[in-house]
Structures are given as C-alpha cells and as structure tokens.
C-alpha cells in the first residue's frame, strides 16, 4: 500500500498484521457521549486543564442546550469532557497516522481545544466563531505523534460554542476519537449525477480516489441496483479497480429499470489487502408528474389578495404550448391585463370582492378559471411559493444569483404559480449620515434587480432582523423600523423575512409573550405605513407559541420550528410535529415549517445534492403541501434536473397547497410508522398523504372508513394525476420508505 521500490514485499509481510489491526479498529474508538460538563458564559481559563469544572452542570450532548434548562439562551458557552486516551489504540492501527476527534454538530461555531491548546475552530467569515456552520460535522485530526495528546492520561477537551440564535449547542452526535483507518484514505464518489437516455434507461458515473499521495489501493467494487420491495436485483457487477491519488478509477455502469419507482442501489468497495469494505446507498430519482401537456391550463390559486390603491402585479400561471393568449373578464376598473404575458398591473382603488373569469386560449385549445380577487385588508391568502436564497446560497447570495433565479423562475415554474424570488440574509452593508440602509457591494442596484424581477411577472422578498444585528452579523433594523420600510416600498419590495437573532439581546433574558410580539408588531406599523402590500413572514423559531398570535399582529406566516436540515431526521422531525399549528392557519396567515431542501442545496457557496432520497423528497413537498406551507424553494434553480423539476410543477399537488380553504392537514390515523393526514378543501373533496416513516416498504391497508370517508370515495393519484377507481371503507397501497402516497378523495353522491 505504501509506495516504494520494495513494496510488495513490505506489503506482503505486513498484510497479516493489517487484517488483525483494521479488523479491531473500530472497537478501539473512544466514546465522547460521556460525562460532559457546561457553562454558559466565556472565560479564556476554561480551556485549560487545570481549571477546576466540578462545580459546573452537567450536560448531555445530542441535544440543544435548549431543551436542558437553557431555554431562549444565546451567546457564548464552554463544554468539557475529561477523557483517558489509551495508547491501545494507537498500537493496534496499523497506518499510526492521525487521531481523529469526532464532535457532531454544533450550533453554530466553535472552538475545540485539546489539554489548553485550540485543534480546531468551524468559524465562517469572517473568521469569528459568531459566524460558525452550524450545520456541518467536526471532525479535528491531529498527528498521531502530536505532544498536545496525553496518551493513557487524562485529557481535557474543551469546547467554546457561539450561538447567535435558536438552537445552540453540541446538537447532534456522534462523538468519538478514533485513529484514522486505511479506508479514510479512500473517496468513494457517487455525486455524478444519474443521466437518463430514456424514461427508465440510465448510466452514472463512479469514481474511486486515494486521498493521499501516500497509499494506493486495489480492491473490488460491487454495484447492486435491488427493487426494495421484492428484492429482486436488476443489476449485478463486480469490478477489480486499481487507483491512486493522482490516478482515480472511473466506472460508468448503465442499466434499464423495470419499473418507474423507487430502486435502491449499493456501491461496496472491498480493500484488497485489509479486506475493510467501504459502503454507500443512494436512491435512483423517478419522476411521477406527468409531462407538460400541450393544452391551456390555468393553474395557481383561485383567489388573491390586494389592499385598496396599493400597487398590484399578479401574473396568470398558465401551462400549454406557447404562445398563448390571456383573456380576463371582470377586471375591476384600474386593472389591465397584457394578452400576451397574462400580467395584471395596476390598482384597486375600492374594497370589495371582483370575480374573474379568465382564459388562455393557443392553438390547440382554450383553458377557463375562475378567479376572485379580494380587495381588502387581508393579502397572501394562499401560502407563498416562491424561492428564498438561504438554502443555497447562505450568505453569499448576490445580485447575479438573485437575478438568474428569477430567469429561472420565470422559464421553468411560474407557469404553476411560483412567485416569490426572496433574497435571505448577506445584502445588507451599513447606515448612511441619515440612517439610510444600505445595500453592500454584492447589490449595486436594489431598485434596478426589483424592476427586473418585476418585468418577469414575479415578486421579491428582503430579510432583516429586529436586533441590531442579523442572524449572520449583517445589520439589522433595530431602532430603523421605520426607515428600513420606506426604503424596502422604494426598491420595490414585496416580501419580508423578519428573523429574530441578536434581537435577544434587547428583550428581557426571560421574555414573556409581549416581549416575543413587541419587535414584529414594530415593523407591522413600519409597513403599514408604506402603502405598499408587503407579506410579512416573522421569523423566531415557533416561540412563545407563535401560531398563536402571529395571524393577530398581522403576519401572513410564521415559522414553527428552528432551522431545517437536508436530512430525513429534520425533515420528519420538523414536519410530522405540525399538527398543534393547523388551527391557527387562515386565510393570510400560515405556520411556517421552513423552506425547502430539494435540488442542490449548500447554505454557502458550495452546493450539494440534497441528502434527501427521492422518496423523502416526495414526502417534503406532499407534507408541505397537505399543511399549508408556504414552499420557498431553496436550491439553484439555474441548475433544476428533471426529477426536482418534476416535484415543482405538480400541478394537482401545488393545488393542494394552495386551497382557498387554508385549512391545514392533521394526523387522522397512525399506526407502527404509517401516518395518514387528511385535510379538507374547498371543493369539499380530502387530500389525504399516506406516510410511511419505516425506513423499508410498507403495503397498507388504508382504513377510508376510519378517517372519516364512511361513504364510496373516488379516489385520484395526485403525483401521477391518476383516478384510482372507486372504493370504500379501504384502500390498499404499498408505500415506499419514507414515501408518500398522496391522493384525493370525493364522495360519489347518490
Ligand atoms: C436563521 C434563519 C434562517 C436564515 C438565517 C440567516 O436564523 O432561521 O432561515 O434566515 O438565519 O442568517
């Protein structure tokens, strides 16, 4: 493995050794779930170890320090484990390269110090802990011959934490400290993309890869394609690689699937000399919306809100092959419609409701709609769908991304009634000598990128914090409400995110209710004042119970819960919790789960892949949907595959989010690990999403009759847009893991 003239014999000689030593590795990892100890606060002496902790709390990692008494509390705090590291593990590897210190997530930058000396730090730019990843893994390594560890002493790890807001903490395992094994030398890399050269034919691109200039490897790669219902394997193929650092192993596989569903497919690469097996799963895409049809349609919601004299701008989303032609009649005097971009402009100067009857007409066809336009105090009266620049681009979202996003919006998804481009956090730069917010230099031109997201049809969105300062150090609004609202209606702003963040500082250290709303309702009146229809979405992590009293300062969302991850545990953590909202949800205002985390996705300038299956991804925007949700789409849209493509024009399925009823889904049925939640719609007839959280397949029997459908109910398929014939008291499916199968339901009258 190591590379030199005498190799082979040297390698002959010590594979016997190697076999035993990689074979005990893992046993030999050093547990650091233990006995952790914790002060919040910040203090240079805590990272020494002579420092004397005992008088401090103790507390378990895996979890904020949220939920362990320190509820609402923001800043710094340390962490310390006392933890003997035997030489045993050192002498029983068999590279005696580096020790690895494994310390999970934490929220949101760190500091690691080992014995008094920092091994590590996750600080983003500008280089201060304050502006941590709170999402990514700390993995710290040091040399294995390193002086700062004390082997088979006692040593001290200590861990300052920043945390700017929400959550905060050593979250999320695992933890441990482990020597780095031949197979961390290794990349396994299956991002390439699958490429389609027909509905069910695919090839993909994997690549093997030493990491170190030092070692080489051979070995063999098995690729398993299985249906993971019955097990049948599709594709089968072993193959004898050979790499390098600077010589990777390329392998395109192809092969044909019998079905359009879900296949799972495994890649194990075997080390040929220590026989350690590297191993990863992933998921093939289908895609189950139908493809565009060629004939007019009209889609969205039924109504929309405006408030009198205010500017008004609604673009009709239609599909069907271009050109088409818009037609509108019962536009209330001040409105005008564009036949050819199906944009309406202008503005209403009294209160009342205006039914429409819109058209689409192109040269196969004509699509008809009703529409209501409700002129009145109340705006955003079906959840937003838009797109919000944090998932992807964090803070180095910028005025070219925000304008290819909106090119990409307009191309590909407003036709199914995508509207919001909404730029998050890093736009802001400093006040001028009047208090004057201004834009940093990433924004040369806020006025000029809202007119062009206007020209589109579409919306823009902002982000400010009520603190002095935003969830990512930029500047907030506090003490500027004012301003900042008149300088947002000047650029042309149509949408706020309102992030708590260092607004902590400022509200008592034990807020009450009136203190969580005094900063919202601030900016309420700062926004009334403009004249203009700005959607206000408050955003505080669900405190103080916020549905409850969000729709009555006047917000049109709230968010429920701290920040989303692209994981099945977040996802279905955050999502199968929603229920306690949904009777808080009306017409204007929606609980906020937070956004979307399909597509390439990164919260920096690095995007990857969501780590969500296909399946999961299903049950994202289906959940979503089924509650309500505002759907602000967090990846490149400049980059959308066909399959994250597919999720964003169902037509059926975007229909269910944006019901003019506003009536959320709740749980009617659980049993094991299938959920059922139903929601009502304004047609009368049920969505109904059959969830199943197993991580393997489930066939069920849906009890109809059990969730309130006594009746005979015609039954449709809202993914594949299929009816699914009659039936009654029961229903039987078979449901992929973590899938989702999403349907309606319409009582046959007799
Ligand atoms: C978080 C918020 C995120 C994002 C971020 C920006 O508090 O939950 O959605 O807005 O701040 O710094």
């Known amino acids: 493995m190591k590379r030199s003239p005498v190799a082979a014999l040297r390698l002959f000689l010590a594979s016997a050794l190697f076999l035993l030593s990689a074979a005990c590795l893992s046993a030999q990892d050093i547990p650091l779930s233990g006995k952790w100890k914790f002060s919040t606060g910040d203090q240079a002496i805590w990272a020494q170890p002579k420092f004397n902790d005992s008088s401090w709390a103790a507390i378990a990692v895996g979890a904020p320090w949220e939920r ?65 990843q709170w999402q990514a893994e700390r993995v710290y390594t040091l040399n294995i011959d390193d002086r700062r560890i004390l082997w088979n002493k006692e040593n001290v790890i200590a861990v300052r934490v920043y945390d700017h807001a929400g959550n905060g903490g050593m979250y999320e395992g695992p933890y441990g400290i ?77 092969t044909t699937l019998p079905e359009n569903k879900a296949y799972e497919v495994t890649y194990d690469f075997t080390e040929g000399r220590s026989g350690k097996v590297i191993s990863t799963t992933e998921y093939i ?17 039924e109504v929309y809100g405006v408030r009198p004299s205010a500017p008004f701008l609604y673009k009709i989303p239609a599909t069907g092959q271009k050109p088409l032609e818009y037609t509108a009649t019962g536009l209330p005097a001040g409105l005008k419609l564009d036949s050819h971009t199906g944009i309406i402009t202008g503005s209403i100067a009294k209160k009342g409701s205006y039914p429409l009857q819109l058209t689409v007409k192109n040269k196969s066809g004509i699509g008809r709609r009703s529409f209501t336009i409700q002129c009145g105090p109340t705006i955003g009266l079906t959840p937003a769908l838009g797109w919000n620049s944090w998932n992807c681009w964090g803070l180095s979202v910028s005025d070219e991304k925000v304008r290819q996003s909106a090119a990409a ?12 481009i909404n730029i998050d956090d890093g736009w802001e730069d400093k006040r001028d000598a009047a208090g004057e917010v201004l834009p940093n230099n990433k924004f040369p031109d806020m006025k000029g990128l809202a007119g ?65 709303k005094k900063p919202y309702i601030v900016m309420r009146d700062a926004l009334d004042r403009t004249g203009r229809d700005i959607l206000y979405s408050l955003c505080q992590y669900g405190w103080g119970a916020v549905w409850k009293w969000g729709g009555g300062i006047g917000a049109n969302s709230w968010r429920t819960t701290g920040d989303i991850e692209d994981n ?21 205002n929606f609980n906020d789960p937070d956004m979307l985390v399909v597509g390439r996705v990164g919260w920096g300038p690095s995007l990857h892949a969501t780590r969500l299956t296909p399946d999961e991804q299903y049950t994202h925007i289906s959940l979503w949907a089924l509650l309500a949700a505002p759907l602000l789409i967090g990846c490149d849209m400049s980059k959308l595959d066909p399959f994250t493509l597919g999720l964003l024009t169902n037509d059926e399925v975007l229909a269910v989010d944006q019901d003019a009823l506003a009536s959320p889904a709740v749980k009617a049925w659980s049993k094991e690990n299938i959920q ?52 009654t008291k029961e229903y039987n499916a078979t449901i992929p893991a973590h899938g989702v199968l999403l349907l309606s339901a319409r009582t046959i009258a007799h």
């Open 178 to 254: 482990s020597v780095a094994d031949v197979t961390d030398f290794i990349t396994l890399d299956i991002g390439d993309p699958f490429h389609f050269n027909g509905p069910r034919q695919l090839s993909k691109k994997i690549i093997l890869q030493s990491t170190s200039e030092k070692y080489d490897f051979t070995g063999k790669l098995n690729i398993r394609v299985t249906d993971p219902l019955s097990g049948t394997v599709v594709l089968k193929q072993t193959i004898g690689t050979d790499f390098a650092h600077d010589r990777p192993f390329e392998y395109l596989y192809k």
């Open 285 to 301: 895409p289908y895609i189950l919306t139908p493809a565009p049809s060629p004939l007019p349609r009209i889609n969205g919601p």
């Open 452 to 516: 062009y997201v206007h020209s589109l049809g579409l919306k823009i969105g902002i982000y400010s914090s009520p603190g002095p300062r935003t969830c990512g150090g930029y500047l907030g609004s506090y003490q500027h409400e004012i301003q900042d609202a008149a300088s947002y209606a000047r650029w042309g702003i149509d949408y706020l995110k309102y992030d708590w963040c260092s607004y902590g500082e400022i509200a008592p250290k034990s807020p009450g209710l009136d203190d969580y």
């Open 68 to 132: 362990q008494g320190y509820k609402g509390y923001d800043g710094f705090a340390w962490y310390r484990l006392h933890v003997v590291i035997p030489s045993s593990i050192r002498e029983h590897s068999f590279l005696k390269e580096r020790l690895r210190f494994n310390l999970g997530k934490i929220d949101d930058g760190d500091q690691v110090y080992l014995n008094g000396v920092l091994i590590g730090q996750n600080a983003g730019s500008p280089g201060t802990i304050e502006a941590g």
């Open 568 to 588: 099945w545990k977040s996802l279905s953590t955050i999502g199968f919790q929603q229920d306690k909202a949904a009777p808080y949800t009306a017409p204007g």
């Open 676 to 727: 059922i939640w139903t929601r009502t719609l304004k047609s009368g007839a049920k969505a109904i999403g059959i969830f199943n959280l197993d991580n393997k397949p489930a066939r069920v029997t849906v009890p109809l009759s059990e969730i309130g459908l006594q009746k005979e109910q015609r039954l449709r398929d809202l993914w594949r847009q299929k009816d699914l014939g009659v039936h």
């Open 409 to 420: 919006m307009a191309a590909q998804l407003s036709d199914h009634g995508w509207t919001y």
